[in-house]
């Protein structure tokens, strides 16, 4: 079945680090990516997509770019802020169906 | 567009009460979903509904668990009796058909006791 692999957390960085969450899935077909942000108390807001090979999705000055070769779609973001703390979900969807598969999030906290 | 509502933002009840959670979707959005976020076990899809119409509902822990969409403004998910260790967040989303992403509520926090 589909499955998504992000890297465990917490991240802790400095404000104007570079940031990385590697995100690996397996699924079968052409699957859509994406990448899901949530804030404390709230729910989970899409952040980016990209829906087929070597598309780049970005958005907020965050960017993933989906690699069919290496079933990988890692978020990146040059310059973190101190209110991009908060837990990042990689996901997918494929096969026409209308369920998301979610990986299990990895926190972020950015320290002044 | 006020997004997708639910109720209550939070829910204490006791062992063996019933619990009754509540979602209005998106208006105009065909797909409505029930999940649930636990620590240990993330994210999970309990069931979806197309057009008000059950369609997937293996993620229904079990017969304790049923939701209902009488219309397409209006889900419910309900838990009878409630156990402990169904203490979690219940989020409710939906989507049209020709989007991508899902669009999530604020979630219930259900704390069972």
């Known amino acids: 079945g589909d499955s998504v692999t992000q890297m465990e957390g917490p991240v802790t960085l400095s404000e104007e680090a570079f940031l990385t969450i590697n995100c690996t899935y397996t699924a079968t077909g052409y699957p859509s990516l994406f990448w899901y942000v949530q804030y404390p108390g709230e729910g989970l807001q899409l952040l980016l997509k990209a829906t087929k090979a070597d598309d780049k999705g970005s958005n907020k000055g965050f960017e993933a770019t989906y690699r069919k070769e290496t079933t990988s779609f890692h978020l990146e973001k040059g310059s973190v802020q101190v209110s991009d703390s908060a837990v990042y979900f990689c996901a997918l969807s494929s096969g026409g169906y209308q369920k998301v598969t979610f990986g299990t999030g990895t926190k972020l906290q950015v320290i002044p | 567009d006020a997004g997708v509502i639910q109720s209550p933002r939070h829910e204490v009840t006791e062992m063996g009460q019933e619990v009754t959670l509540r979602c209005k979707p998106i208006s105009g959005h065909d797909y409505l979903f029930w999940y649930r976020q636990t620590m240990m076990r993330g994210l999970e899809l309990l069931i979806y509904f197309n057009n008000n119409v059950p369609i997937d509902d293996s993620g229904m822990p079990e017969d304790r668990f049923s939701a209902k969409m009488p219309n397409a403004s209006f889900s419910t998910l309900k838990i009878q009796p409630s156990e402990p260790r169904d203490s979690a967040v219940y989020f409710c989303?939906?989507?049209?058909?020709?989007?991508?992403?899902?669009?999530f509520g604020s979630g219930t926090r259900l704390t069972v006791v």
């Open positions: 989303a939906s989507r049209r058909r020709e989007d991508y992403g899902y669009t």
